[in-house]
Nanobody, 122 residues
Framework: VQLQASGGGLVQAGGSLRLSCAAS????????IGWFRQAPGKEREAVSC????????TYAGSVKGRFDISRDNAKHTVYLQMNSLKSDDTAVYYC????????????????RGKGTLVTVSS
């Protein structure tokens, strides 16, 4: 079982990045996939989540209107399109999977992957 986050990097404030979370080793189309992030010196927080059907989507208030989550079950991949990036978005971003429904609790997810670093310069 593996969840591989990718797409992080260095971007200027106001710019965009698209993160990808590629799943393997399990039926990812039966799993909700969530994005979490942890900034230096801060606790990990839930950013966005999409349920297994792709119908139920949630966003943290701090990213609503700027980030867009989507999934392509044929490719076993979930995307996080991040627009209008701010310095406060600088963090390591993780994706995690949970059977059917989303959770805001990172350790309540069934599967957790390694993160990808996003750095937003001001």
């Amino acid at each position: 079982v593996q969840l591989q986050a990718s797409g992080g990097g260095l971007v200027q404030a106001g710019g965009s990045l698209r993160l990808s979370c590629a799943a393997s080793g399990f039926r990812s189309d039966n799993y909700a996939i969530g994005w979490f992030r942890q900034a230096p010196g801060k606790e990990r927080e839930a950013v966005s989540c999409i349920d297994s059907s792709g119908v139920s989507i949630t966003y943290a208030g701090s990213v609503k209107g700027r980030f867009d989550i989507s999934r392509d079950n044929a490719k076993h991949t979930v995307y996080l399109q991040m627009n209008s990036l701010k310095s406060d978005d600088t963090a390591v971003y993780y994706c995690a999977g949970r059977s059917w429904r989303c959770s805001r609790d990172y350790y309540g997810m069934n599967y957790r992957g390694k993160g990808t670093l996003v750095t937003v310069s001001s």
